[in-house]
């Protein structure tokens, strides 16, 4: 028994080795990434420490999500840095990974009015200009957004729509939108024109939005809106599911 030990000892040295190269060289086509649903992957290739999957919302290809898995520092979780190149979005991220939860930072964000036009097709709304975005702080677990803070903006421009039967054209200003953590695991955003908010936005576990729609949005969107009350007035309700 001896002699077996000392040969034990070394066997798990070689088998922790061997297991460790299997992880290393794993393809990155193991990784369980959803290929349905709102947010799909395609074509994923690669090692799973460092690989590229096609990215793709509601069926509309967004571009080519690009990751490289860094060595922990610390207890907090794995690092993770990101990119996400496409014609119309690009974006770069740091991210920390663990078991039960992600922390991520976007750096920048950019969608261009291609994939904006693409994203609110369904809603028959086309508008012109750029949603940027930076040092945006994420949090969540598995595919729920836990809390976000930070801000974006949208530079404005021409905004064709239809409602009603009837097209519209107006000519938006720029918009900026402010994100919080609400209350209950829900994320708050607050869209704000030059004059004042022009929506109010709430996205509650489940992916669900509830969107209330001010008077002042309608006014710049020149859709006949109500007399006899203030811009800051919620004409408009509405739920719908985004995730």
Known sequence: MEGVRPWLRGASWVIGGFLLTVILQAPA???????????????????????ESQLAYRGQALGTLRWAVGFPTSLNGIPVTLSLQGPALQGTAEAELSPSAWRATVHRLSLDSRALKDALAPYAIA?????????????????????????????????????????????????????????????EAEVSAPSGPVLSL???????ADLAVRRRLLRLADFPAPEGMGDDTVLLELSERVL
């Open 202 to 208: 709430v996205l509650r576990p489940g992916g669900w």
């Open 127 to 187: 508008p012109e200009g750029t949603l940027q975005g930076r040092n945006l702080v994420l949090s969540g677990h598995g595919n729920q957004l836990a809390s976000a803070t930070g801000a974006l903006r949208w530079t404005g421009g021409l905004v064709r729509y239809r409602l009603g039967g009837n097209s519209y054209a107006p000519t938006f200003p720029p918009l900026s939108a402010e994100l919080a953590p609400g209350a209950g695991g829900q994320l």
């Open 29 to 51: 086509a193991w990784l369980p990434l959803p290929s349905q649903g709102p947010i799909s992957f395609s074509g994923t290739a690669g090692h799973l420490l460092r690989g």
